[in-house]
């Protein structure tokens, strides 16, 4: 159906089927359009357009009036509006929201909370913070400057540098880049895979690791297995060699001997493995981060291999980085904890994945709060802590922070001090300085 009125040569308006947006260009005579539009049931589109403007989309539940004082527009307008009610007359009942879920797609879902309950903004950790899961994120030494310029505004005392191929510098780069501010950070490094599998490539490996060590490593990490063996390794990739792999089982024992603990990041959140359908829970950011496990080991043969090497080095500490990203199955996790004393966790980038469950997790990070430390793994803005402080302090429900990339509200789990403080600080404290 359409209708069309002209004057100064272009006034046209359209009522077309199987649509929805609202096309409207109006003069003071929109309010009246709009509401002539709700009357509009589904599956109709209007188009309204006046000479001296351009044709605007408007979405029906925001349209964008635009007044024009044209002197004799309220005729146009009414006739107008008698053709958008009449069309509405001859169509189907509403299914205006139909249609939009039909049309919006999830990676644009982006609601605005409604509810008037409280938000809190925490702009400093209630205590002093050890960082133990974060990169060279710099480019320049004034960026170091700015970086330390956050921490101090936001409370967090000192950083963990772990190494890694794909974010920042060769380990001795970075040694040499924060010198002026090791106060401020800490220093992790990586394993050595070349020739590992000769007794020689063994050898200038283990030398290596203690050279690093008497560098200022704390610690050796971060290690990255997603499948295909520990590819966040440095200079070499170590492909195909996973946690418990023989060969590296002396570098491991070599740890302990050093008191250096291996902070390492098995797999990835367990909706990157699941089918990418609708089924999929965190499908806005299990799409992004999908893991393809055709040719490479899946989610819980990553786990075993991560418990084999845990379970037959009881002298080294193991810090499973995000959570061991199990934070779907805390009940496994808690058992992988109570069984295992020398494994630790730790929360860096794994907000959003444990704040959408925030009374089984807050009850998880009581159960455990000697075993989870504190880490961020996401640059070093300001708000980026603050974020993350909002979660753990406060008891906020049903927000979002887009910059996770889930569709979930996430709610925050009110930890009490005495958990907080150890998350925060002492247990990283505590490691540090048995293990230094
Ligand atoms: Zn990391």
Redesign the pocket.
């Known amino acids: 159906m359409a209708f069309e009125t002209l004057r100064n040569g272009c006034i046209k308006g359209f009522v077309f089927c199987n649509m929805l947006k609202i096309y409207v260009l109006c003069s003071g005579v929109s309010k009246i359009c709009y509401r002539a539009y709700l009357l509009i049931p589904e599956n109709c589109k209007i188009f309204c357009n006046f000479a001296s403007e351009k044709i605007k989309r408007v979405q029906c539940l925001h349209p964008r009036f635009i007044y024009n004082p044209l002197t004799d527009m309220k005729k146009l307008f009414y006739l107008f509006c008698a053709a958008v009610v009449l069309a509405a007359c001859n169509a189907k009942p509403s299914g205006e929201s139909a249609n939009l879920v039909d049309k919006i797609l999830l990676k644009d879902f982006n609601p605005t909370v409604v509810n008037n309950i409280p938000v809190t903004q925490v702009d400093k950790a209630k205590f002093p913070i050890i960082d133990m899961?974060s990169?060279d994120y710099v480019e320049s030494a004034a960026d170091i400057e700015q970086w330390c310029k956050n921490m101090d505004a936001v409370g967090v005392e000192h950083t963990a540098l772990?190494h890694c191929s794909w974010i920042g510098r060769p380990f001795e780069e970075v040694v040499e880049l924060y010198a002026p501010y090791k106060d401020r950070f800490r220093f992790w490094c990586c394993f050595d895979y070349t020739d590992i599998d000769t007794p020689e490539g063994l050898a200038k490996s283990l030398a290596t690791l203690e050279r690093y060590h008497e560098m200022g490593a704390v610690g050796v990490g971060?290690l990255g297995d997603k499948g295909e063996g520990d590819l966040y390794a440095r200079p070499v990739e170590g492909k195909n060699i996973h946690i418990d792999d023989p060969r590296i089982q002396p570098l491991i024992a070599k740890c302990g001997e050093l008191k250096m603990p291996i902070s390492i990041?098995i797999g990835e959140p367990i909706w990157m493995y699941l089918p990418m359908d609708e089924s999929n829970d965190g499908l806005s950011n299990g799409a992004v981060w999908h893991v393809d496990t055709t040719n490479c080991m899946g989610y819980y043969g990553l786990i075993n291999t991560f418990e084999n090497a845990v379970r037959e080095n009881p002298n080294t500490l193991f810090i499973a980085?995000h959570y061991l990203n199990m934070s779907h199955d805390w009940v496994r996790l808690g058992e992988m904890l109570d069984k295992y004393p020398n494994m630790y966790v730790d929360i860096?980038a794994r907000v959003a994945e444990s704040a959408h469950t925030p009374r089984a997790t807050r009850e998880f990070l009581i159960k455990y709060q000697d075993r989870v430390l504190f880490g961020t793994?996401n640059g070093m803005e300001a708000s980026m802590y603050r974020n993350i402080f909002r979660v753990l302090e406060s008891n906020d429900e049903h927000f979002y922070i887009p910059e996770y990339n889930y569709h979930w509200a996430l709610s925050g789990f009110n930890l009490p001090d005495e958990v907080l403080k150890k998350i925060y600080h002492d247990n990283a404290e505590r490691i540090l300085n048995e293990y230094k």
């Open positions: 899961h990169h772990m971060e990041h980085c860096a793994d």
